[in-house]
C-alpha cells in the first residue's frame, strides 16, 4: 500500500469531518485544501473531498493545480452536498465538476457523500444565493421532491452526515 494524504474544501465543516474520519482510517493526516503544498502530494495516493456549492468544488482548482504539478499522485475523489448520492444525476454532476478542472480527474472514483446545512450560520453570501434559489424553486411549475425537500427545510438545521458512507472511499484509496 502507498502511503496517503487526505485534502479538503470545506466551509461549514461536513466535509472536513468526513476528511478527518477518511484520514484517521487511513492513518494519515487530512490538510486544508489552502495549506497542503504540491510537495505534500508527491508519491502519495491523494483522496480529495470538497462541499459543493452550485455548481463547483470548495478547494478543487487550487487542488486540481497542485495535482498537475505534483508527479502522478493516484487520486480518489468525493463531493459532500445535500443531494442525493442514489440519484444518476448527482453523480453525473459530481463527476463533471472534477474533470472540468483536472484531466486526471478522468480515470479516479468519484463518491457522493451526504452533508448538512443550518441557515442560521451560513455566511452572508451564501445565504443570499439559497434565498434566491428558494425563489426559483417557488416558482417552479413541476418541482422534484429534492425541490420540496429543500423548500421545507428552508430556514432550518439539516444534517445528513453518515460516517459509515465514508467506507467506500476509504476502501477505494486501500485499492489502488
Ligand atoms: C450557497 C450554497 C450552495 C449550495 N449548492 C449545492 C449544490 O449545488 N449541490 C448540493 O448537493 N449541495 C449544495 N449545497 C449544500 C452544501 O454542499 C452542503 O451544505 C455541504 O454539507 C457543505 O459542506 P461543507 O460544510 O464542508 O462546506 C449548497 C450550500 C450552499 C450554502
Excluded at 480529495?48 to 487550487?62: E, H, L, P
Excluded at 486540481?64 to 444525476?89: E, H, N, S, T, Y
Amino acid at each position: 500500500m502507498h502511503a496517503f494524504i487526505v485534502i479538503y474544501g470545506s466551509h461549514y465543516g461536513n466535509t472536513e469531518k468526513y476528511a478527518r474520519a477518511i484520514a484517521a482510517a487511513l492513518g494519515c493526516p487530512a490538510l486544508s485544501a489552502k495549506e497542503v503544498r504540491t510537495a505534500d502530494l508527491a508519491g502519495k495516493t491523494v483522496v480529495f473531498g470538497g462541499g459543493v456549492y452550485a455548481g463547483s468544488i470548495c478547494g478543487w482548482k487550487r487542488t486540481a493545480k497542485k495535482i498537475a504539478k505534483a508527479k502522478a499522485p493516484r487520486l480518489v475523489l468525493f463531493v459532500c452536498g445535500l443531494a442525493d448520492p442514489a440519484k444518476q444525476k448527482t453523480r453525473d454532476e459530481a463527476r463533471m465538476l472534477f474533470e472540468k478542472k483536472c484531466a486526471a480527474a478522468k480515470d479516479a472514483p468519484v463518491f457522493c457523500l451526504r452533508g448538512g446545512i443550518d441557515y442560521g450560520k451560513l455566511k452572508f453570501g451564501h445565504r443570499t444565493m439559497m434565498a434566491m434559489l428558494m425563489q426559483y424553486l417557488k416558482r417552479k411549475k413541476d418541482p422534484s421532491p429534492e425541490d420540496a425537500q429543500l423548500l421545507a427545510t428552508y430556514g432550518k438545521a439539516v444534517d445528513f452526515y453518515d460516517e459509515s458512507t465514508a467506507k467506500a472511499v476509504i476502501d477505494a484509496a486501500k485499492s489502488l
